[in-house]
């Protein structure tokens, strides 16, 4: 839930799981803090088998603050035959990095991905890269989200019960499942001279010969904690430029409802946060810990409860995934055998 459910009534967008972002990390690699980590996540349970060949998946950076792309990593794949499917990386700057398409100049060309036990990475020049399936490192109490919110009729969680005691299963729905993984580990330099950057992931499909923006991810839990069924497609449409124009009064009134927050009291805290524009913050000077930028571990759905809450939801008492790899691609080994999705919610 992460950004997980981006899709009407609690979906994949476009009704496709291959285009459903979960998650996107920012963090110092652990072996050298001159290099970023940048991971982007999708399939949420791991429903599909291979990456979607027709579609682009992107990683953006804003370098300069005014919340453009300018810094622009594309991921294309190959159509998979027998198991098996290719990836290639394309690096773009500057205007360039403002197209819809894969554009720009090739850093990872043609590399296997990854669909068994066994990581298998590929480094060319600086960077370092590896795609395929990987157990999901985000974990939260989905039970007790769905019996804390009012979610039905395409609110999703934007509307709290005023529930006592909070209503924690303890029970971490994602921990036996997985999800695709996106790593690429580069430079931080490569990412721009401005120590605050602003990093997003978008997927986009090619549709009737043009791509459709369907989904993207920058802070944690956005997609169903600050927008309904109403809003959701416009909200994967956009730019993050536009984010204030279009979604600031909705999120103050969530916040307002939620929390008991003034109007004024409510966009203070968005701001603190970085919130919108959408897009992650990292300065890679200081530890990856959301909000500045993402680490694997962060309990980010204890961050956005609190926030929403103004901090009456008490902790669920999980933690982190005990899978995560301390080394590249740093995601579990997927799990060999997960259960089946559970069904949709009623």
């Known amino acids: 839930?992460?950004?997980?459910?981006?899709?009407?009534r609690l979906g994949p967008p476009a009704e496709d799981p291959r285009l459903d972002l979960t998650d996107l990390f920012a963090f110092q690699s652990p072996a050298n803090p001159a290099?970023?980590?940048?991971?982007l996540n999708s399939n949420t349970f791991g429903i599909a088998d291979a990456f979607h060949p027709d579609a682009v998946y992107r990683i953006n950076v804003d370098n300069d603050g005014d919340a453009e792309t300018d810094v622009a990593f594309s991921v294309v794949f190959s159509k998979p035959e027998n198991g098996r499917q290719r990836a290639t990386v394309y690096m773009a700057t500057g205007t360039e990095a403002r197209e819809s398409e894969a554009v720009g100049s090739p850093i990872i060309t043609d590399a296997e991905v990854s669909f068994g036990v066994e990581a298998s990475?590929?480094?060319?020049?600086?960077?370092?890269?590896?795609?395929g399936s990987?157990?999901?490192?985000?974990?939260v109490d989905f039970a007790g989200i769905l019996a804390a919110f009012n979610w039905k009729d395409g609110k999703n969680f934007t509307d709290l019960k005023d529930v006592h005691p909070f209503p924690w299963t303890g029970n971490d729905t994602l921990a036996a499942y997985n999800a695709?993984?996106?790593?690429?580990?580069?430079?931080?330099?490569?990412l721009g001279p401005n120590p605050s950057l602003g990093i997003w992931g978008r997927a986009s499909v090619r549709s009737n010969g043009k791509l459709d923006h369907v989904d993207r991810a920058g802070h944690p839990t956005i997609a169903s904690f600050f927008n309904t069924d109403e809003t959701k497609e416009e909200y994967n449409r956009t730019e993050p430029a536009n984010d204030r124009a279009l979604f600031l009064h909705q999120a103050v009134e969530i916040l307002e409802h939620n929390g008991g927050y003034s109007a004024q009291q409510a966009e203070a805290v968005i701001d603190d946060a970085g919130l919108l524009p959408d897009m992650l913050r990292y300065d890679p000077a200081r530890p990856a810990k959301y909000p500045n930028g993402r680490a694997l571990t962060d309990h980010v759905v204890a961050a956005r409860l609190a926030m929403i809450s103004n901090n009456n939801v008490p902790?669920?008492?999980?933690?982190?995934?005990?899978?995560?790899l301390e080394a590249f691609p740093y995601?579990?080994?997927?799990?060999p055998n997960p259960p089946p999705p559970p069904p949709p919610p009623e």
């Open 134 to 139: 990987r157990s999901d490192p985000f974990f």
């Open 180 to 190: 695709f993984g996106i790593v690429l580990e580069l430079p931080t330099s490569e």
């Open 121 to 131: 990475p590929v480094t060319s020049g600086t960077h370092t890269f590896f795609a």
């Open 1 to 8: 839930m992460s950004n997980h459910f981006t899709g009407l």
């Open 35 to 39: 290099r970023t980590v940048l991971i």
């Open 315 to 324: 902790s669920d008492g999980l933690g982190p995934h005990d899978d995560l």
């Open 331 to 335: 995601l579990g080994a997927p799990h």
